[in-house]
């Protein structure tokens, strides 16, 4: 099942991306989290998928981190199809600082 993330940074910047995949697309699709340097925003890419490029104007894009990869403790934001994100920081899109949080969203889909 899907789900969707909030972002929130200090600079101001917000945003709520769709995760993961519905029943349907299970196995073979998987949204997640990525930065596009060139939009200077949060995306979301299938990371199923080779060569990971942003939807609105095709530059590569730098997946978010999988928390489960790590080795050390973090706390999570949200849990979808099989992969976890870390609610952070991250490095913001905008201001390139590591302030921007995740946190659950308020949309499950299937």
Same mark, same amino acid.
């Given at each position: 099942?899907? /789900? =969707?993330?909030?972002?929130?940074?200090? #600079? @101001?910047? !917000?945003? %709520? *991306?769709?995760?993961? $995949?519905?029943?349907? +697309?299970?196995?073979?699709?998987?949204?997640?989290?990525?930065?596009?340097?060139?939009?200077?925003?949060?995306?979301?890419?299938?990371?199923? /998928? =080779?060569?990971?490029?942003?939807?609105? #104007? @095709?530059? !590569?894009? %730098? *997946?978010?981190?999988? $928390?489960?990869?790590? +080795?050390?403790?973090?706390?999570?934001?949200?849990?979808?199809?099989?992969?976890?994100?870390?609610?952070?920081?991250?490095?913001?899109?905008?201001?390139?600082?590591?302030?921007?949080?995740?946190?659950?969203? !308020?949309?499950?889909?299937?």
């Amino acid at each position: 099942m899907g /789900a =969707s993330v909030s972002a929130d940074c200090m #600079c @101001g910047y !917000s945003d %709520e *991306l769709r995760i993961g $995949a519905g029943a349907a +697309d299970a196995g073979s699709v998987c949204y997640w989290p990525a930065v596009c340097s060139q939009c200077r925003k949060l995306v979301a890419v299938d990371r199923l /998928a =080779s060569g990971h490029q942003c939807p609105d #104007c @095709g530059a !590569s894009v %730098e *997946l978010l981190g999988d $928390a489960t990869v790590n +080795d050390w403790v973090q706390d999570i934001a949200v849990e979808s199809s099989g992969h976890a994100l870390a609610a952070g920081p991250h490095a913001c899109p905008v201001c390139d600082r590591n302030r921007l949080l995740f946190s659950p969203g !308020s949309l499950a889909w299937d």
